[in-house]
């Protein structure tokens, strides 16, 4: 069967640096998405890595290893409007999305 | 605001009730798609739309039923619904229907449907 796992919860605190990882086992790998939901609004794209290696956009990181079917998204200097739910998807060898059950942060003062 | 909008954002439906949850988009997008979101669980894909014709129907209860009039608009009938149905449904497009960098999904703000 097809995978993704994430951690379903993490705790961080207001200025600091968080890493949320996403592992996955698919049948193919043609892309990673990284996706941001406030509760009660609409998942907003956050990034997109093909190739190994990490991708930056301003206080936020994608990082992908496609040999050990891995990724990372790496928040750095965290806000309070950085609490929301974090959602990784893989692109499998049918070009279907396969959804992670997502990370929900929670960022304390 | 993404673009995709969804009405009703909250819907509470007895078990013998029929309603229908809308979408709407104008971002030029070719596909688009039903979810549904449950807590703690992953996004699954109930409905796909290419160009007004279904390409994906996952094993949906016949229960639920889309309906794509045109490229901007799509409707999900709900009829006869069981309580394990309550969730958040949502809506997304993309410029085509393959899982690609180039067709990212954006997505509206959901319908919470709760039966009782």
């Known amino acids: 069967g097809q995978n993704i796992d994430q951690p379903t919860e993490m705790t961080a605190t207001e200025g600091a640096i968080v890493q949320i990882n996403c592992t996955y086992q698919t049948s193919g790998f043609n892309g990673l998405f990284w996706y941001q939901q406030h509760a009660g609004e609409a998942p907003t794209f956050l990034s997109y890595?093909?190739l190994d290696g990490l991708e930056e956009k301003g206080r936020f990181s994608s990082f992908l290893s496609r040999s050990k079917g891995y990724s990372y998204l790496l928040l750095k200097e965290l806000q309070m409007k950085d609490s929301a739910s974090y959602l990784c998807a893989v692109i499998d060898s049918n070009y279907q999305l396969i959804w992670g059950a997502g990370t929900k942060l929670i960022i304390k003062p | 605001e993404t673009g995709v909008t969804q009405t009703p954002r909250h819907l509470v439906m007895g078990m013998t009730n029929k309603k229908s949850l809308k979408c709407e988009q104008h971002l030029g997008h070719n596909a688009m798609y039903w979810y549904k979101q449950s807590a703690k669980k992953p996004l699954e894909l109930m409905f796909v739309?290419?160009?007004?014709?279904?390409?994906e129907n996952n094993s949906v209860p016949s229960r639920f039923s889309p309906e794509c009039p045109n490229s901007s608009h799509l409707f999900l009938h709900l009829h006869t619904l069981q309580p394990e149905d309550s969730a958040l449904y949502l809506c997304a497009s993309s410029l085509g229907d393959r899982g690609s960098g180039a067709n990212v999904l954006t997505f509206g703000a959901g319908s919470r449907l709760t039966v009782l």
């Open positions: 890595n093909v």
């Open positions: 739309y290419s160009l007004e014709e279904r390409v």
